[in-house]
Structures are given as C-alpha cells and as structure tokens.
C-alpha cells in the first residue's frame, strides 16, 4: 500500500541546517514530481519545495537561496536540505506528490511528517 515516511526533524537554532529525508513505496516514484510542504496548527500546508522526475526544481519564495530540494529514483526518497534556518521555518514537514494525489481509504494521503522546530 501506499507510505510515505519522513525523518530528519529536529530542534535547532536560527541559522544552523537540517537535512529531512522522505521514503515512498507503494507507487510508482519515478513518474511523480515529488514536493515538500509545511504546515502549522491553523494555518494551511504549503508547498516549499518541488522536484520532477528528472530533477527540475521550484521553491517558494520564503525558502529560495536556503532549500534545496533532490531525490534518488532508485531508493525511492526525497530529500530537502534546509540550510541558514529561521524560527518561522518552524512547522511539520511532510512529502507528497505535487500536487497531492495519493489516496489511502478513499481519502487523500499523507504521511506523519517530521517537526521541525527552529529556535530563535
């Protein structure tokens, strides 16, 4: 089935990296162009970062310069590099298809994503 599975969260401080990692299977990998979205309580995900299967990239505005978006077609993951980071990149992260289009019980589906907390 369908799973999608992200990691590399964490706590840290305004300027400091993270690298997030996210590992699809039960799809076909290779044919989606593949995002990153945040989101925080309240407020609606949005997409930050996107790659095509064969690698072109687009980032929001808020990430471009700090980001950076890649993927491995035969390990089937997606990476998102997050370089000089600031306290409002705080949010959950989690990957999906751009745009989303994977269904799990009828129902559009997203993985547990990973927090990111960045401190001031």
């Known amino acids: 089935q369908v799973q999608l599975v992200e990691s590399g969260g964490g706590l840290v401080q305004a300027g400091g990296s993270l690298r997030l990692s996210c590992a699809a299977s039960?799809?076909?990998?290779?044919?989606?162009?593949m995002g990153w979205y945040r989101q925080n309580p309240g407020k609606q995900r949005e997409l930050v970062a996107a790659?095509?299967?064969?690698?072109?990239?687009n980032y929001a505005d808020s990430v471009k310069g700090r980001f950076t978006i890649s993927r491995d077609n035969i390990k089937n993951i997606v990476y998102l590099q997050m370089n000089s980071l600031k306290p409002e990149d705080t949010a959950v992260y989690y990957c999906?298809?751009?745009?989303?289009?994977?269904?799990?019980?009828?129902?559009?589906?997203w993985g547990q994503g990973t927090q990111v907390t960045v401190s001031s």
């Open positions: 790659i095509t299967s064969g690698g072109s990239t």
């Open positions: 039960g799809i076909i990998f290779n044919i989606y162009t």
């Open positions: 999906n298809p751009d745009p989303p289009r994977l269904y799990r019980g009828g129902n559009t589906y």
